[in-house]
Every structure is written in C-alpha cells, then in structure tokens.
C-alpha cells in the first residue's frame, strides 16, 4: 500500500504555519509499514488542488489531506475531491448534527455556512471530530483508492488519525514494521556511511542513516506478515552494525526519541551516583540537558555555572594562580573545575567544561574550539582536550553532549 | 517570479525530521514578495526525483532544494539535477578546498567520497557554507530557470540563505523590501490578532504575526523601488503597531534573530550590571540562554543549578526551616534564591526559579506548571507567580523567558 500526504493551505506556502502535520502522518504510516514516496503542500486554489489531487491518484492507493475543512470559501478540500470523484457533496445528517451539536455547546448562534462543514459524498465515511466543528471523512475515488480528508489543527487531526483513520488502513495493509534506532557519537557520517555502504544498500531490512549535530543515527527496519517474522530479519542486521561499529554507539532503542543526556542519566540512576556541574562556556547547558529529562531530580545534584573567571575561584574553588598559570581555557582549570564541583557538593561525580565559544577570544595557539571536559570521581579526575569546528550555538552544543557520553561512560564503566 | 520548493531526504518521508526548512524559505520568499504554488518533499530515490525537478521546472522559475548534498550514496541531489540540465558533474577546485580544508581544521582525515561534495556542474554559481562541508550552488537549468541547492541542515541552510541566495534573488527581482520584527511577550496570539485584524489585511504594507513558545513576533513588512520609499511606506504601519500594543512589544528590530535573553543581555550591558542566576526547574537553562549571547561575559558573571532542594541551601543559603514551612515550590523560597545568588556572587542583580516542570509530582493546590521567579537587586527582591501551561520542555522555556523578560524590564526600569 502507497500512501501520499497532501496539506491544504496558503498558510503554508506563506510559512506563517510548521508543517508539523507532514511529520505526525509520516511517522504513523511509516510504523505501520505504509509506504510513501511523496509530500505536497498546495495553497487554497481549485485548479491547483485538482491537478495535484489527479497526480497523487496517479501514484498512490491511498491520498490523505490536512486542512481545508472549515466554513470558508476558502475551504475547497472536499468540493475539490468530490469533482475529482465526479460525485456531488450532499448534507449528511449525522455530520449536521454534530456541526449544529457543537455550536449549541459552545453557546454561539451557528451562520448557516457552518453547514458546509456536514457535507460529504454520499459513499464518505466519516470521521469523527470530537475537538472540532469539522468531522473527517474517507472518501471512495475509483479503483480502490481513497481520499482520507483530515482537520488542519493538529490537536484536531492526530486523535481523529489513531483513532479512526489508522485502525482502517491497518486493516487492509496486513504488514507489520518493526525498527531499532542505533545512536552514534564519535564518529562522522562519511565514516559511518564507509563503513556500513553495502547494508545501506538492502531494501528489507534497510538500514538509513540521519545526521544531528556531532551525531548519526542509523534506522534500521524490516517489515514481514508478522511481528516476530519482522524481528527476525531485523536483527541480524542490527547485530553486523554493532559488530562494525563497536562502541561509538551509544544506544540502540525501538523509538527515536533518545539523547545523550538520557542515556547519561539513566546509566547515573542504574550506577546510583549523583553528579554536579561546572558549566563554563556552556553556561548551565550541561546540567539543563539532564534536568529536561523527566525523574532527572534523582541524580542531579545541582551545579554551578562559573562563566567570569573570578567565579571558577568563587564557587568551585579553582586557585586564582593555576588559573594565572595555565590560562583559563586550560587542562588544568577543567581538572580543578570538576574536583572543586564535585567536592562543594558532595556528589559521586562532577562533570566541567571551559572553553572558547567564539566568536571572538580564539588565538593561533588556541583557536575558538578549544574546549577541556573534566570528569571527576573519588577514584580519579580525568580531562578531555577537544578541538571543536563550528558557530558558536555548534561548540557549546557538541561540548555539552561529549560531557553526557563523557558521563555516560563513566558510570557504565566497569568498578 | 515564482519559486518552488523541494526537500530532499527519506528522513522527511519517514517522520523523522520535521521540515522546518520548508516553513523558513517559505517565510523568506513571501518576504521577498515571490510566489510559491507548491511544496514538494520526495525521498532518496533518483527516479522520483527527476520526475520532481521536471514538474517543479514546469511551473516555476526557482526550484530550491534542500539536502541531499552530503558524501552518501544517498546523497543525489546535484547530480539529478545534472541529469535533468543535460551536464556533467565536475570538481570545483574552489569548493574542494573548502572539504579539504574543513577536515583539516577538524583534524580528521578525510575519505575520498567526500569529495562529492565538491563536484558541480561548470556553470554553477557556489554558494558558501561557513557552518558545514557541503558548499550550496545556484544551477542554471536553461529558458532562465535555475535550481538552487542549499544543505539540509537548518543551521546550515539559513545563513547560506540569507548572505548568498537571498541577495542573489533580490537583484534579480528589482524590487527593494525591508522589513520590521516587533516581538511581543505577554499576549496571546488571538489577542493580538484582534487588535491587529484590519492592519493584517492589507498587502504593502504587510503585517504577518508568526507564534513561538509563549511569543508573537509580527513581520511588517513594504516593497519599492527604493530603501527609502519602502521605509515611507512602512514606518506609519510599524508606529501604529506600536500605539495598540504597548508594552508587551519587547522589541522592534530588522532582523528575525532577535530574543528575550538577548534584549536581557543588552539591557544588562548598557545599565553596566551583572547578573547571576539560580536555576531549579530551569536546571541552567536561565543562564545557558543568556551565555548563548555573543559577549555575554560582561554581563553573566555566574550562576547556580540549585536543582535538588539540599543544593538550594548548600549553595545559595536558602534556610532549611524556610523550606520546611513554605515548601520549595513558593514565593518565598524563589525569593531566598535570587538574594543568596545576588549576594554569594556578589552582582548587581540575580534571577531565580522554583517550580514544578512535570510531568509527576503535581498537587490539586499546586498543579505541573506552577512556578515562581525571583528577581533582586540592591534595593529591592520581588516574584513573579506563574501559573504555566504544557509539557515538561515548554513550562521550562516559559520559565525561562518569563525571567529573562523580568531582568530585562529590571535593567530597563527608570532608576
């Protein structure tokens, strides 16, 4: 089964609205092994709408649509179809009762062009739209295909879509799709891709890889009649990445939503160990990259943000003549940082990181990307000296997350 | 003039990256007064591509791509495009020692397919990367058309935009526009838009509001044939913005970039205070976004991640029995902390904020979203009560702007 999302609305070609509908309907289909080669955008013009309608028909089985429900004349979704359809719209009964239903509800006089919202072909099933005036609906277009007409408002689209649109198509697709997320840092995309090419090129599973600052993540993905029959030819394939990429990944989980700092909490809550920062040219990022974490409370001690220099000496104790010594953006200020965070306190671990963000400070010796991460513990304080490329915004954000593998590390590591 | 927009990556088809490069150049053309029909996402896929780029050359004069420009087998972005001019894809010696020169700054080697990257066809027009590998290009594509191709990373794609295409377009069109950004915190999008309705309407002078978490920023925005004529015709529009809205416009500024930390930071700088902060539920995301701020070390001398309620005492002096009576979410204890940062960092004014980001450990008397922020100075401490609204990452940003509104009508306010 094909699929193809068409979104309905000037407002977007504008840019005055986030495509987030796009991303919602992709991943539903692509979860539940629904394929999908193309996305179009059209603003509210009938001739425009047609010609994309008939194209899309031309390529898909199933064509969905966001937006262009409402009372307007600027709401042509479903007139549009209709005529592609060659069928008319007529008034449906139980669309007008819920139209008339939410006015009453809302205490508001209903203007009879709300009316258009409750007309539909009559071979439509509707959809419900319990948050909004408009129902959806499924419209049969010939040779099996349909139109799924969906509400522009996200909060409006996404419960009609799972709990009505969805449990339809699953019905008819018959093939379950099932993933792994493997989460790379330390290594570059090019890198990666060398290595994994001849994987890249398989169909089921495939296996697809998506760069984010300083991180890859690699989608692998098998569909089969069944659950199990698609684990089986998944994981295989998850198992020669790991054999190829070793211990650059971080983490390998059936949805995409990790991080880093997830994983750098969840390895200090299974060690125990609570932590401190001593956040420099990050500012506070590093802690606030835990603390977004739900239950990040239980280990996250608290943490200092020491940005002037006199504050190293005032809050984590880092003696003003090392400082004086070895420059601020030092080894040595990343080492004292950490110990003196660690010990204030009272935390099994602390984590530091001073450096230059740029833009400006940077000299030939120590151009803006120098930045030293010091991990601390009872047992040992270490320092990682690391040349970052990139804006600003780019350095603070790739110090942040070596300090969460730099933590993640430390407590998985063996005792 | 029209343009046509088509994003590259089955990442986009699968759910896994929200286009929020579509939502940006579309944003800019409609700035610059060109006229977009369609959107247009397609996969990693060569066939589907091409038939793409023949239907987008079809309608428009600029097709805009976006990814696809990496060193994979899945990158095929400019060499489709090739295909579809007739020409063959070559090394630009200018673009090869850009990569070149980018792994040699990272101090990484570099493998031969990343000089993909550097091939175009003999007639593109390179476009500078600053903030990636992948150069961007404008491609002539015969009868006056032209591809422009711009990387896929947001960071990537919009300077690119900004210093390279955009001009290049706006020569082109001969027609000058400027535009004003009125930022506004503390009113409702639909509140705003009622007292605006009839500015909205109208087209030269044109006003659009676009929503972030907790603010509208307003784009008004003229075109002529010249700077000034388009500043006549725009200035009265942005004036009487101005007059209905008051002071929830925290600034009116040319560019888009703007932020409330950034106005915090500038507020500071030109009072000649420093700040420090006590972050809880924020977890250093109070101080991380004004660090984010170029030369923000005048101002931001340090701060505290007072995140577990012991750390509130061990770091900021807050009394234990304070706690105890009021509880950590209170008045008086966001009040305790902004005094204890202010006076153990010994600044001229702290921020601080206490409450209950979510998503446990919410009471009927004080529910998820309930928050305090501190601001103190010298001669006075005060607290904003908040009663906030959302997730766990939203109620943390609105505090966050909520205090760096706070600090920044504090340094602001007439002494």
Known sequence: MIAEILCVGTELLMGQVLNTNAQFLSRRLSALGVSQYHQTVVGDNAQRLED??????????????????GP??????????????????????????????????MGRPMTENNLSQAMFTADSTLLDNPHGTAPGAIVPMGEGKVVIHLPGPPNELQPMWINHAEPWLQERSGNVLVSRYIRIFGMGESNVDELL???????????????STGEVMLRATAGAATKAEAEALLMPLVEEVQKRLGDV?????????GSLARCAVEALKRRGWTIATADSLTGGMMASSMVEIPGASAVVKGGFVTYQTVSKTMLVDVPAELIEK??????????????GARKRLGTDI???ATGLAGPDGGTPEKPVGTVFV????AGK????????????KRIRTLTMKHAMNAVRKAAEAVI
């Open 374 to 377: 010091g991990i601390s513990t």
């Open 197 to 211: 090419a001849d994987l890249e090129k398989q169909s089921n599973p495939s296996l697809s890889p998506y760069c």
């Open 249 to 257: 990944i971080y983490a390998i989980e059936e949805d995409d939503t």
């Open 72 to 105: 307007t004349v600027d709401d042509i979704t479903k007139r549009v179809a209709a005529k592609v359809a060659g069928k008319e719209l007529v008034l449906n009964p139980q669309a007008e009762a819920h139209v008339r239903g939410r006015f009453q509800r």
């Open 381 to 392: 304080t270490e320092v990682l000296p690391l040349r970052l490329n990139g804006d600003r």
């Open 350 to 352: 602390a984590i530091s």
């Open 326 to 339: 070895y420059d601020v953006v030092s080894a040595e200020v990343a080492y004292a940082m950490a110990e």
């Open 52 to 69: 994309a309608y008939r194209l899309a028909l031309s390529r898909a089985d199933v064509v969905i649509t966001s937006g262009g429900l």
